[in-house]
């Protein structure tokens, strides 16, 4: 196996690996912890927001940077390796970039210590479904530019490769 390939398989697992962690645990929160903290007393349930927002609070830094980091390896690496056909797929990626940030700045916040943090934190029902939404709209766009042609470029000084309409 060639090192760019063994590379890119090691930033995808990496970039999905972050997703899955980042989306599972505000699906997890939203869904199973807030609920169920709900039903404790009001000094039990600080207690538990306080330790989950320690513990969960380097989980959402770690994935954040993952995220980042292995993405935009990876755009740099496809941009090097392929030719797109239309301006769909650069379109696509930046629709996902622009939802990324929320995604990134909600989960920041939820676990953050700030007076905007302890606000978001009051609504995180809200803030945590936005953020689902968000996610999952950009996993669908992801999941929707693997389809989208793309030519592999060739070696300098070689002819370009046909198009490439397989799934990947």
């Known amino acids: 196996m060639e090192p760019v390939y063994l590379a890119s398989l090691v930033l995808r697992w990496m970039h999905i690996l972050s997703a899955i962690a980042l989306m599972g645990g505000a699906f997890?929160?939203?869904?199973?912890?807030?609920?169920?903290?709900?039903t404790l007393d009001a000094a039990a349930h600080d207690q538990l927001r306080s330790e989950v927002r320690k513990r969960w609070a380097k989980w959402v830094m770690i994935t954040t940077t993952f995220l980042i980091v292995s993405g935009?390896?990876?755009?740099?690496?496809?941009?090097?390796?392929?030719?797109?056909?239309?301006?769909?797929?650069?379109?696509?990626?930046?629709?996902?970039i622009l939802l990324a940030m929320p995604v990134f700045y909600i989960a920041m916040s939820l676990v953050g210590r700030s007076a905007v943090a302890e606000k978001m934190r009051a609504n995180a029902e809200k803030w945590l479904t936005l953020?689902?939404?968000?996610?999952?709209?950009i996993v669908a766009i992801g999941g929707g530019m693997r389809f989208i042609d793309r030519t592999k470029k060739a070696p300098k000084g070689e002819p370009a490769a046909p198009a490439v309409s397989e799934q990947r």
């Open 28 to 38: 997890f929160m939203r869904y199973a912890l807030l609920p169920a903290a709900s």
């Open 72 to 96: 935009l390896i990876n755009v740099a690496m496809n941009e090097m390796r392929f030719q797109f056909d239309g301006p769909i797929y650069r379109m696509l990626l930046a629709v996902k």
């Open 131 to 137: 953020n689902l939404v968000l996610a999952t709209a």
